[in-house]
């Protein structure tokens, strides 16, 4: 429902008030559009490695870690977050920024990752 201003006659004059607000309109907040963190598979970092992160960056326990290591190892990449866009960036820029690979002596950095809008 939309708001409309009044008019009004009042000795003679025509006035026009202010719409009134339209007290029916649903309050509630608006959703944040979500967005996925993605963790992108290479060949220079460990299970340990990934596992590590992922307790540390997102507190994902040892077994969660574990089969996300897998899952990224196996296809490639794998969601490590769904969350808002902010938290989103924060995160894939916390594994950019994670460093390389101790376990591995010819380890170039961090692992990729990137966020993509959840769909729907």
Same mark, same amino acid.
């Given at each position: 429902?939309? %708001?409309?201003?009044? $008019?009004? %006659?009042?000795? @003679? !004059?025509? +006035?026009?008030?202010?719409?009134?607000?339209?007290?029916?309109?649903?309050?509630?907040? =608006?959703?944040?559009?979500? *967005?996925?963190?993605?963790?992108?598979?290479?060949?220079?970092?460990? *299970?340990? *490695? $990934?596992?590590?992160?992922?307790?540390?960056?997102?507190?994902?326990?040892? +077994? =969660?870690? *574990?089969? /996300? !290591? =897998?899952? $990224?190892?196996?296809?490639?990449?794998?969601?490590?977050?769904?969350?808002?866009?902010?938290? !989103?960036? /924060? =995160?894939?820029?916390?594994?950019? !920024?994670?460093?390389?690979?101790?376990?591995?002596?010819?380890?170039?950095?961090?692992?990729?990752?990137?966020?993509?809008?959840? +769909? @729907?």
């Amino acid at each position: 429902m939309t %708001e409309q201003a009044a $008019v009004v %006659e009042v000795e @003679g !004059a025509t +006035e026009t008030l202010p719409p009134k607000p339209d007290h029916n309109q649903d309050k509630r907040r =608006k959703k944040q559009p979500r *967005y996925h963190v993605v963790l992108w598979n290479d060949d220079d970092h460990t *299970y340990t *490695y $990934v596992i590590s992160m992922l307790l540390e960056l997102f507190a994902h326990p040892v +077994e =969660k870690g *574990y089969e /996300l !290591a =897998k899952e $990224v190892d196996l296809r490639g990449r794998v969601i490590v977050l769904t969350t808002t866009m902010e938290h !989103a960036e /924060l =995160k894939r820029d916390q594994i950019h !920024a994670y460093g390389k690979d101790a376990e591995i002596a010819d380890s170039r950095g961090s692992m990729s990752a990137s966020i993509e809008p959840v +769909e @729907g």
